[in-house]
């Protein structure tokens, strides 16, 4: 299968604009990175669709265009990645936002899916939603603190030992910034 060398992006806002087709696109590629080992949110695999849909229904469910955006990335017609942007509904942090679950299906690693995804996400928080930062949770041990620091992000702490993979396997929880935007 050939692909285009740049990813198409989409934003949705509302959970009407996810089709049942889309859903189980999403919820397919989250099995696919979490079980290649990515760290999108579920932290032992193997998962299956029962453990995932879920929890793609539920995020799904939260999109708003004031609080909660999802964007996707993809390659003639085929779902290549997907990140959420979330803003806090309350004032005295309104300000800013939180990316969560940034994946690229791992046949479309390598492909510039995830830089694209989060330059994207960043043009939305400053131009749409009026953001001034971003922060992230980012697990260590994976060179995430690297890709997120080619775009511009930066560590501002750890929880050490925050997570726990397996025994013997404890990593800590890299907090990132991106400010201004």
Do not use: K
């Not at 198409?8 to 080992?37: F, H, K, M, Y």
């Not at 539920?58 to 003639?76: I, K, N, W």
């Not at 697990?139 to 726990?164: C, D, I, K, Q, T």
């Amino acid at each position: 299968m050939t692909h285009g060398s740049t990813p198409t992006l989409a934003q949705l806002s509302g959970a009407t604009e996810v089709t049942p087709e889309l859903r189980r696109r999403l919820t397919d590629c989250w099995i696919a990175v979490t079980n290649a080992g990515g760290a999108a949110g579920f932290p032992f695999p193997p998962v299956r669709v029962d453990d995932v849909a879920p929890v793609t229904d539920g995020l799904v469910d939260r999109l708003h265009p004031q609080h909660c955006r999802l964007l996707t990335a993809g390659f003639d017609g085929v779902l290549a990645g997907w990140v959420v942007l979330n803003r806090d509904p309350f004032r005295l942090v309104g300000h800013w936002g939180t990316v969560n679950h940034l994946q690229t299906h791992p046949d479309f690693r390598g492909r510039g899916v995830g830089s694209a995804l989060m330059r994207e996400l960043r043009r939305i928080a400053r131009d749409e939603l009026g953001l001034e930062q971003l922060r992230l949770a980012a697990r260590g041990g994976e060179g995430l603190e690297g890709f997120y620091s080619r775009l511009g992000w930066r560590e501002v702490g750890r929880w050490p030992g925050a997570l726990r993979l397996a025994p013997g396997d404890t990593r800590d929880e890299v907090l990132m910034l991106l400010d201004p935007l």
